[in-house]
């Protein structure tokens, strides 16, 4: 069986694979005809609202997480880390992706059955992410979970329609080869540019110009810059400096207008300088909209470089608010971790009992 068939089977729809119909107490998909399923129907992730009480825990990690970012301080991690968990364990969603993004990545410590009990939380949750995570630790055999590429596809494809960005940038990225299903990846670009997704907007941008789409493709670049893409920034630089039509890479059909790439450039560099931070310009329209309409007047700093700069510390959690997000859940307050009576942790055994 040719296996870019297979690829794009398991992304599109999901195949048929009767003994693996369901993990994580949710259903991905398994069809006996693909091409019920070629279409996609763009869905965005939503967050639930967390408690007053956990985002305070919340804020203050972040605090001290964008704080730690060039210093990495290991002693500052570990009191992320009881942050964030106390904060999980209490429902926070957004503490529940930061965690396991940080446990990915080596800074925040997480067992195996911990992130399958916090995706579970998720998905739960009916937030997509979960079954993004899934998908990461069966593609990479982590978490408890045997290596399995095929169950790793199919939860790509249920958290891309569930509403994933991140998701939904991975297999535009996949099928977006003619020989694939390329229309569905511009279906899944456009979506994931549509939530914040800067790559997703950049490549998405890059394919309307390339087709000649060239209003298409500049709100794309604009969406990438709203998201903090140095890159579609960049681009727009050099397309708002008159290229001629026959630059195939930066000519968009629009007039000269130094102003305005001179606007681009300095947004290019503050992207470009904080890349590691993540830094974003939500508030591009009001500073640099769009021709026909006319530039208002910028005094070149982005909110976000502002914020960051003033370093404005959240309210710290006192002892006994901690006291009281531990207590009830029983959780060991000088670290977060479940203790031996914890629901929590009777949890993870269930879990890890029924994946192993």
């Known amino acids: 069986m040719n296996r870019a068939w297979v690829f794009s089977c398991l ?3 999901g195949c ?5 119909e369901q993990q994580f107490g949710a259903s991905v998909p ?3 005809a693909i091409q019920e399923n070629l279409a996609f129907t763009c869905q965005y992730e939503v967050i639930p609202p967390a408690s007053a009480d956990s985002d305070v825990l919340f804020q203050y990690a972040r605090w001290l997480e964008k704080n730690n970012q060039l210093k990495q301080d290991p002693t500052t991690d570990l009191e992320i880390t009881r942050l964030y968990r106390i904060a999980a364990e209490n429902g926070h969603v957004k503490a529940t992706i930061n965690l396991q993004n940080g446990s990915l990545r080596g800074k925040y410590k997480l067992r195996g059955h911990e992130h399958l009990r916090f995706s579970q939380d998720l998905i739960d949750a009916n937030v997509a992410t979960g079954y993004y995570f899934v998908s990461v630790f069966l593609k990479n055999g982590i978490a408890d979970l045997k290596q399995d590429m095929e169950m790793s596809l199919r939860y790509l494809r249920k958290a891309a329609d569930e509403g994933s960005a991140q998701a939904q940038y991975e297999i535009g990225e996949a099928l977006a080869p003619s020989d694939r ?3 569905v990846a511009r279906q899944m670009r456009r979506c994931a540019a549509g939530q914040g997704h800067g790559p997703a907007a950049n490549i998405l941008g890059v394919y309307l110009q390339d087709s000649g789409s060239y209003k298409e493709a500049l709100e794309a670049f604009q969406l990438g810059v709203a998201a903090g893409d140095e890159t579609s920034a960049g681009w727009l630089d050099d397309s708002f400096r008159g290229p001629a039509p026959t630059d195939d890479l930066y000519y968009l059909g629009l007039e000269k207008d130094l ?7 300095t947004i290019w560099r503050i992207l470009a300088r904080y890349s590691y931070a ?7 329209n009001d500073i640099l909209p769009l021709p026909p309409a006319k530039l ?6 982005l909110q976000w470089l502002e914020a960051r700069e003033a370093n404005v510390p959240p309210e710290k959690p006192s002892p006994e608010l901690i006291r009281r997000l531990t207590e009830e859940l029983k959780l060991d307050p ?5 203790m031996s009576r914890s629901p929590s942790l009777t949890q993870s055994t269930e879990l890890k009992e029924d994946f192993t």
């Open 16 to 20: 048929d694979r009767p003994d693996t």
């Open 259 to 265: 102003e305005r790439a001179e606007r681009y450039k």
């Open 278 to 284: 993540h830094p974003k310009a939500p508030e591009i």
């Open 334 to 338: 000088a670290t977060g971790r479940p």
């Open 30 to 32: 398994s069809l006996s």
């Open 181 to 183: 299903a390329p229309y």
């Open 11 to 13: 992304l599109l729809a």
């Open 296 to 301: 208002p007047p910028w005094d070149g700093k």
